[in-house]
């Protein structure tokens, strides 16, 4: 048996984060218009399977621009959230349209990044761009891996590298624990291929835009000015 559950207007007013695409970044977001969806297929004995869906209108706080923002979860669909300690948790997909990332712009003097880095770099852009969020998360591991390499990044995995990046001063707390949510970044998941969550994906690369400027970009700047 199936059923359906609807709430409205459970959150109304509430602040979340959110990509904005005019602000360019992730700001307070109010939700105006909340729809909870649960539905669930059963019997009387037994849980088959279950899905949790919301559909909000939300406004930033910074500039009121109004976007729609849908998520999703399901009882099938889980990560490790903590490969060590054997935690699971439910996938969230989140989409908003507009795709806030739309006209996204590389990082301010993005082509004094290595060559390497360059061609890898902007097509994880494109790729955030028209939505294509599988290629994008694949892009942002490529991204991480050969920082972690030009920074002999110490570790026997590439989470215990990104934290060693931290121990060296290039990256912060906050963003290793948002790279640390990438499940493509994940120890076993080097080859995930489910989509990431559009929110996810933003700030994932605001951090990879951070740790660039802070690896690359900046350090040849100073060594321009103070030869
Ligand atoms: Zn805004």
Known sequence: MTRIEIEKDKNINQKIDAPCRICKRTTKHIILTDIQLKGREETEHEFIYGWDDKYQTIQCQGCEGISFLKSHMNSEDMYAANPERDEWEYTTHVDIYPNPEEGREPVTDHYLLPAKLIK???????????????????????????????????????????????????????????????????????????????????????????????????PHHANAKFK
């Open 120 to 218: 890898i770099y902007t097509e994880t852009l494109s790729a955030l761009n028209i939505n294509n969020r599988v290629l994008a998360g694949i892009g942002i591991r490529a991204i991480v891996e050969t920082v972690c390499k030009d920074k002999q990044a110490a570790g026997k995995d590439l989470a215990k590298k990104i934290n060693d990046l931290v121990a060296q001063g290039v990256l912060t707390q906050d963003g290793a624990d948002i790279l640390h949510k990438l499940r493509t970044l994940g120890n076993d998941a080097a080859h995930e291929v489910t989509p990431h969550s559009a929110v996810q994906l933003s700030l994932a690369l605001d951090v990879i835009d951070h740790l660039l400027q802070g690896v690359y970009i900046l």
